[in-house]
């Protein structure tokens, strides 16, 4: 039994120590691998940024080489305008040097021009002075003739001085015929007045101091409803019969007035504000207020009072003596005014 435990010990084989062998063998040669790469790496490296340094200087001196070509081509361009300019300057020379010449030949023809105008101009000067020794003599007339009208000129002015002298005159006149005529008119307007305030006295005394009837300043109001129906301009019988007393004053005074006071009595028509329908014979308060004042015109003439001595005048609802709208009011404002007065 010990002898085939022997035999089966020499058969086994042990491999492993082959086989640390080989790995080492392996890792060497990876670590050579390795070392060569890492040195290939730094060559490399070197020769590319060497290659990078050549570059650049290659790249500097190209730039350099573009800014002296651009600085060659302004000092070509520089260079062609100077000789355009020198060119242009030749040309003119020999265009002066050209009109010099012209003018050094024509020179004799000019000189013999020169003495001609000459010429002329000394007749023409010989003419000159004939004109004017003409002239002087012309002057001396003109003197005398000057002379003449300054004796003229001083006679006008002492004809305007006694001119002046009247006119003095006459505004003084004037002033004092304007004075006269204000006095003359004061004392009409005193007359006028006098004659109204007894022409209203007598007035008062005919029409019996009634309500409806009333001096308000320098006029007498008669209130519509005495003369005319409502919304009527035909005088009604109690109306006719006011007019009638009226009437008779008026001419009264008409033949104690002197005829030289040119007097009106002047009758005005008044509404109130009420408007009308404009369906009836009067369109609005215009109409009605012109036909009263009218009416009374006419119906005063129909009794003799001298058509002359009458003016009629609406006023609508326009002038009114009171304000507001109460049934008082409205009639005070329908009226007729009568006003004795200058025309």
């Excluded at 007019?243 to 008026?250: E, G, N, P, Q, S």
């Amino acid at each position: 039994m010990a002898l085939g435990r022997n035999r089966r010990r020499e058969r086994g084989v042990d491999y492993w120590p082959g086989f640390v062998d080989a790995l080492s063998t392996l890792l060497l040669a990876i670590m050579f691998l390795l070392t060569v790469f890492v040195v290939a790496q730094f060559i490399l490296g070197r020769e590319i940024s060497g290659k990078d340094e050549v570059l650049n200087r290659l790249n500097s001196q190209i730039a350099e080489l573009t800014q002296l070509l651009a600085l060659e081509k302004s000092g070509k361009q520089d260079l062609e305008d100077t000789l355009a300019a020198l060119q242009s300057s030749l040309a003119s020379s020999e265009s002066e040097r050209s009109r010099l010449q012209e003018l050094l030949d024509s020179g004799a023809g000019t000189a013999d021009a020169a003495n001609a105008k000459v010429g002329r101009l000394t007749e023409e000067l010989d003419a000159e002075k004939q004109v004017s020794a003409r002239a002087m003599s012309q002057i001396e007339l003109l003197n005398q003739q000057i002379a003449a009208l300054r004796a003229q000129i001083a006679a006008v002015e002492e004809a305007l001085q006694a001119s002046e002298a009247k006119d003095q005159a006459s505004q003084t006149r004037i002033a004092d015929l304007g004075r006269r005529l204000n006095v003359a008119l004061a004392q009409r307007v005193q007359e006028l007045n006098r004659y109204r305030s007894d022409f209203f006295g007598r007035l008062r005394e005919i029409l019996s101091d009634r309500e409806n009837i009333r001096i308000v300043g320098d006029r007498f109001v008669f209130q519509s409803e005495v003369l005319f129906p409502v919304g009527g301009a035909d005088l009604d019988a109690a109306g006719q019969a006011e007019m009638d007393k009226l009437a008779a004053a008026v001419l009264e005074l008409a033949e104690e007035i002197p005829s030289e006071i040119n007097w009106v009595l002047r009758v005005d028509g008044h509404t109130d504000a009420s408007p009308l329908t404009g369906t009836g014979r009067y369109r609005d308060n215009w109409e009605l207020s012109s036909a009263r004042a009218t009416s009374v015109v006419k119906y005063l003439i129909s009794r003799g009072v001298p058509a002359n001595r009458l003016v009629a005048a609406g006023f609508g609802e326009f002038q009114p003596i009171a304000e507001g709208e109460t049934p008082e009011v409205l009639s005070q404002n329908r009226r007729i005014e009568l006003k004795l007065t200058e025309r």
